[in-house]
């Protein structure tokens, strides 16, 4: 099976920097996703690590270490419409199902 | 970028009935998914919907409760039948044009069952 953990809930303040944390364990790992997920709404695309090291994408990066099972994602000048869930996902060896984590809901705050 | 729509978007169902969820894309897809989405819970893969044959069914989850279609690349059901209140949850389709791509989803369907 596969344990992806990530925290339940994080506060942040607007134009902060805030880093949302992912650990997985998982054996023939292929590949780490990260969704956003406003209330009501699907899931969006936002990145995806396949090799070690950081990828960045305007005011998201995320970054993987695969010998250490971890990955985050990092969300610069924070602006309250990022309020939402943060989903990480891991697919395994060279199959098409992704493996979500409990996701982490986000709150910027004023 | 392609459209998935899904349809009902939302829908209140009583006790014992099936209900037929659609997805639609607005171009062809090589992998098509179903998935479940309980209150304030992640998302978990009911199956993978294979286009003319038979649905592959993740553990806890069996055809005879969530039959699928996937007649061709673009289009693809999901039923959820004889219905109880443990079923409320939001349904959503996700689909994939090649390996290593990412998956996007459809706007789902939320489901209440009374």
């Known amino acids: 099976g596969q344990n992806i953990d990530q925290p339940t809930e994080m506060t942040a303040t607007e134009g902060a920097i805030v880093q949302i944390n992912c650990t997985y364990q998982?054996?023939?790992?292929?590949?780490l996703f990260w969704y956003q997920q406003h209330a009501g709404e699907a899931p969006t695309f936002l990145s995806y690590n396949v090799l070690d090291g950081l990828e960045e994408k305007g005011r998201f990066s995320s970054f993987l270490s695969r010998s250490k099972g971890y990955s985050y994602l990092l969300l610069k000048e924070l602006q309250m419409k990022d309020s939402a869930s943060y989903l990480c996902a891991v697919i395994k060896d060279a199959g098409n199902m992704l493996t979500f984590g409990g996701g982490t809901r986000l709150m910027v705050k004023p | 970028s392609a459209v998935i729509s899904q349809k009902p978007s939302r829908d209140i169902c009583q006790r014992g009935t099936s209900l037929t969820i659609q997805c639609q894309v607005d171009s062809q897809v090589t992998m098509m998914f179903w998935y479940r989405q309980q209150p304030g819970q992640s998302l978990t893969l009911i199956a993978t919907?294979?286009?003319?044959?038979?649905?592959?069914?993740e553990s806890g989850f069996v055809i005879d409760k969530f039959p699928i279609s996937r007649p061709n690349l673009t289009f693809s059901t999901l039923t959820v039948s004889n219905m109880s209140p443990e079923d409320s949850s939001i349904y959503l389709c996700?689909?994939?044009?090649?390996?290593?791509?990412?998956?996007?989803f459809g706007d789902g369907t939320r489901l209440s069952i009374l």
């Open positions: 919907a294979n286009q003319g044959s038979e649905a592959t069914y």
């Open positions: 998982t054996s023939g790992f292929n590949g």
């Open positions: 996700s689909v994939k044009w090649g390996s290593n791509q990412p998956q996007h």
